[in-house]
């Protein structure tokens, strides 16, 4: 916004102000004369309308008059504020955008904090003194040490965090013992898939043919962000789904690596699994992404600390 530039007067007192006018009179009268005479030497006629001055004409032709210059200063001063509410105005909505982002950030770190509150327990702490964070652990180190941790009061998966070489590496394969969890699977048809159009899904694993494909393409959006859609690197679209079926039932997992990130994670068991089960299960799942393209394993339960592992 520009400057804005008011002019201000000083106030005389009505003797000045009539002194002034008196002057300003004085002049007009003395030019009036010396051009009358000039007039008259040369043999022209005087014009009586210039003898005489009208006040009214001095007053206009010589100064604003203190009213008028009031008017001007209230006319700048009203546009100067009328500008600057303007202003206002244009940057109140982004002012509240910025204070409710404020708001938003110290009501996400109140949160993390409190989550970490949480997960520093009495438990989780006396956990971490059992395990050193420096220190590679062979599988069977790794699941004595796994055992001694102080348990949850529900049955905790046995999580296998792997960081692979490179990204895009994925597969499928059959756990000896499987996850420990029983997984709903079923094979898609008209109910299932009008259950689905509803928001409607009672089951963790759906397995399809061919040709029901093009009927699934009226569900993805449902189906896919959830992971369910049916697809023929995981073994869920075959012209067999019941033989799909008993394979996914008897401990087949897919996996891969995160699209953001070298990373694979998967459930190899339960806590409650004897150490051979859980070894069965680590070992086939490490020979199924392949020694090769590993760089570390890290081995844990849901609520346990990490146990780093030799590859």
């Not at 348990?151 to 490179?166: A, C, G, P, R």
């Not at 993805?220 to 019941?242: F, H, S, Y």
């Amino acid at each position: 916004m520009g400057k804005i530039r008011v002019k201000t007067f000083e106030q005389a007192s009505p003797e000045e102000e009539a002194k002034l006018k008196a002057k300003r009179e004085a002049k007009k009268a003395e030019k009036i004369a010396t051009k009358n005479e000039q007039r008259a030497a040369e043999g022209k006629k005087i014009n009586p309308q210039t003898e005489e001055v009208a006040p009214s004409e001095v007053t206009e032709t010589s100064a604003p008059t203190e009213e008028v210059l009031s008017d001007e200063v209230a006319t700048e001063e009203t546009k100067a504020t009328e500008a600057v509410t303007e202003t206002k105005t244009k940057e109140k909505p982004a002012r509240l955008a910025e204070d409710e982002s404020k708001r938003a950030k110290k009501t996400k770190k109140a949160k993390f904090a409190q989550a970490s509150k949480k997960t520093d327990s009495k438990r989780h702490k006396e956990n971490l003194t059992v395990v050193s964070k420096t220190q590679t652990y062979s599988l069977d180190q790794a699941l004595v040490t796994l055992k001694k941790f102080k348990k949850s009061k529900f049955d905790e998966s046995v999580e296998l965090h792997i960081n692979t070489k490179e990204k895009g590496i994925s597969g499928q394969v059959v756990l000896p013992h499987g996850t420990g969890k029983t997984l709903v699977i079923k094979i898609a048809d008209d109910a299932i898939l009008a259950e689905v159009a509803k928001g409607k899904i009672n089951f963790d694993v759906l397995v399809a043919t061919p040709s029901m494909m093009p009927q699934l393409a009226r569900v993805a959006k449902v189906l896919g962000p959830r992971g369910l859609m049916p697809n023929p690197k995981n073994g869920t679209i075959t012209d067999k789904p019941e033989e799909a079926v008993k394979k996914l039932s008897g401990g087949q997992i897919n996996y891969k690596t995160e699209s953001q990130a070298p990373v694979i994670h998967a459930v190899v068991g339960k806590i409650s699994f004897d150490d051979k089960k859980l070894s069965d299960n680590i070992t086939t799942f490490v020979g199924s992404v392949g020694a090769a393209n590993i760089a570390s394993i890290t081995l844990k339960s849901t609520m346990s600390p990490a146990i780093k592992i030799s590859v």
